[in-house]
């Protein structure tokens, strides 16, 4: 037990001594990763994207940004922004190929503010994102979503 213990300190030692950001700069991304910087600034980005997701026929489900929560305790950070987005009727195709995949809708498309005023727009692709539950059903589903959220992407940063 000890032994372990030893083996699981030497294990974690190195990042006691490496800051959180310098961290999480070296962790890479996930599989099926993509960002785009946008010419436009962060609301107008954001404004866009809501605009693309309906334009193609996807449900913005939900929102959440950690700068507009800031700024409401008069707080001042870079523009971050999560916009959840699905569509019932791939839920119920999800679901009826892969209940454990449920805990990944909605997919989601991340906007954050660069330090030059531009914004960046990052996702995952819907078929890398379903990829470990398995299953041709779902794996069909998820590669019909790939093009759709590539599109709401480049309809929405003008590329």
Known sequence: MLKAARLSLLAVLPF??????????????????????????FDALATRLEKAIE??????????????????????????????????????????????????????????EDADGKARVTWRAPSAVFAPYGGAELAAMARELDPIFEKIVRDAAGI
């Open 16 to 41: 006691m001594f490496t800051s959180p950001a310098a961290f999480a700069q070296s962790i890479t991304a996930l599989p099926g990763t993509h960002t785009v910087t946008s010419p436009y600034g």
């Open 55 to 112: 334009a193609n026929k996807m449900g913005l489900v939900a929102q959440a940004s950690a700068s507009r929560g800031a700024a409401a305790r008069g707080v001042k950070i870079p523009g971050n922004l999560v916009l959840m987005v699905f569509r019932n009727d791939y839920a119920v195709r999800m679901l009826a190929a892969s209940v454990p995949a449920g805990v990944e809708a909605p997919l989601r498309i991340y906007v954050t």
